[in-house]
Structure formats: structure tokens, C-alpha cells
């Protein structure tokens, strides 16, 4: 458990590292060019590659070298802003995912955990949800 935190967190420092270089380049875009930028558009799929790495494959969350609270019937995520904002922004140890997922990528990976991991909230966050947390 403890080393698939690890490994996640090293995916994440190199995307962020990859990030923090393109953007210095001036990139017109902070997608276009970053070649560490996670390419799945499917919410399952992006799941399973950068979130599941902290709060488990079925959204028990973890604990260990840190807190990693659950997704699994989490109320929470009720309201959908709350998710959005968090994947967008991050939150205290939970890391920001704003540059590295685009919106189509950020609305795929909330619609995906607030409609399965014993959630069933069916309204779907959109692409404008996603724009509208972007600070
Ligand atoms: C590096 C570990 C890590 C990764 C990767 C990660 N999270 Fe988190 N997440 C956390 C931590 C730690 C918290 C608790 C933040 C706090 O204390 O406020 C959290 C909190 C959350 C919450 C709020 C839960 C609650 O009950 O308040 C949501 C929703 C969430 N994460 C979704 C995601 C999604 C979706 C992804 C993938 C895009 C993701 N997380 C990836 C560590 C992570």
C-alpha cells in the first residue's frame, strides 16, 4: 500500500516537474506541449492512473504515510463543485491537478467517481464546471 503511494506520488512529482519547465517556455497553452500530460479521456481510466494511487482502486482511501479519506460512498461528493474544485486546486495533502488534466479529462474523472464507487449521483459536472474552478 505504502509503495503504491510512492510510485504515485512520483508520477505526480514528474508531471508537475514537466509542467513547471514547459511553462517556462511560455507555452500558449498549458496543455499543448507538455509531453507528460496524462492522455486518457476516460474517467475510469484516469481513475485508475492518478487517483487510485492514493485513495485505493475502489475508493477506500488509505492510510499510512498520510490520510487519504475515501471516495467510496462519500457524501460529499454530493455536490459536484466540491470534487471539481478539489481535482482542479487540490487541497492541503491532496495534490493539485489543474495542469495536468485538461477540462474534458477533469469533468471525466468527477462524473466517474461521483456515478460508481457505491456513489450514484448521475447529474454530470461539465466542461464549464471544470473552466469556472480554474483560478
Ligand atoms: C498524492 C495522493 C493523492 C492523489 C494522487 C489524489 N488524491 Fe484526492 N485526496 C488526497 C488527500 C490527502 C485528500 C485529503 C485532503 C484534505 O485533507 O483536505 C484528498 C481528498 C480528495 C477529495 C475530498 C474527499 C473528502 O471526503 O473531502 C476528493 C473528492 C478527491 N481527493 C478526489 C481525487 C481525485 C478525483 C483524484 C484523481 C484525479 C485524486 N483525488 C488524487 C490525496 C490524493
Redesign the pocket.
Known sequence: MISR?AF??MT?ALALAATASVAQVQSPSPFSSNPFRFTHQDGEA??RN??A???MPDGRGASGA??????AR?A??EAAG??VL??VNG?????A?GRV?DDNQVAA??NY?RANLGNAYTDRVSTDDVKAARQ
Do not use: S
Open positions: 503511494v504515485a506520488l505526480l484516469i481513475y492518478v487517483c494511487g492514493c485513495h498520510g490520510a487519504y479519506p475515501a471516495l462519500n460529499k461528493l466540491y470534487p478539489l481535482v487541497q492541503k495533502a491532496m495534490p491537478f488534466l474523472v468527477v467517481i
